[in-house]
């Protein structure tokens, strides 16, 4: 008798260390749902400061590069005004889906602003490009419509930047911004390396 009271107290145990780590799951599941924009599947502005701390300390720590690509759809507000919001829900929704496609797990993809994007990725510059350059042109494929059933494209500009020890945060977004303002002067649809 003494052995089924044993096994029944730590049954319950089991049991309420196993609802522990369930809740504990789900709380991290929620927070991890709360933290993605539902449009574009990508991380919120939000998550931005934190990410890069962190891997502004493993750079000044182990010399541990990273990169980070800002991308802005060209004329954005035009899409709105001719083709309609949904319209432009439709581009955004599908950028944040060419950008998960074209980046590893390991890559931090998130939502800036409206139609601005930025991604951190543990590599140089050099390799980055790559990964910039194939976000342009699988995204320049793309064809979207509008509610008449009128087609129409749209470009991005892309800007690379490679930070080093002495950045900041702040620094690394208006360097990697000034780059997208050289690419946009430059006539759009392209990446640049600031």
Known sequence: MADYKELYRKQRELNKSLQKHVQTLHTSLTSLQNSKDSLTGLYKRD????????YLL???R???K????????DDFKSVNDKHGHLSGDDVLRTLGTV?????????IAIRYGGDEFLIIVHASAQSVVNVA???????SREEFYDAA?????VTLSVSVYQ???????????HKADTGLYKAKLSGKQRVVVH
Not at 149 to 153: A, E
């Open 133 to 139: 350059q194939k976000i342009l042109r699988r995204f």
């Open 149 to 153: 059933g009128d087609s129409f494209n």
């Open 66 to 73: 990273f990169s980070v690509i800002f991308i802005d759809v």
């Open 163 to 173: 930070p080093t020890a002495k950045d900041t945060e702040n620094d690394i977004l």
């Open 99 to 107: 950008i998960r496609a074209s980046i590893r797990t390991t890559d």
């Open 62 to 64: 182990y010399n541990d």
């Open 47 to 54: 998550y931005l400061y934190p990410a890069l701390e962190k």
């Open 58 to 60: 493993n750079l000044r």
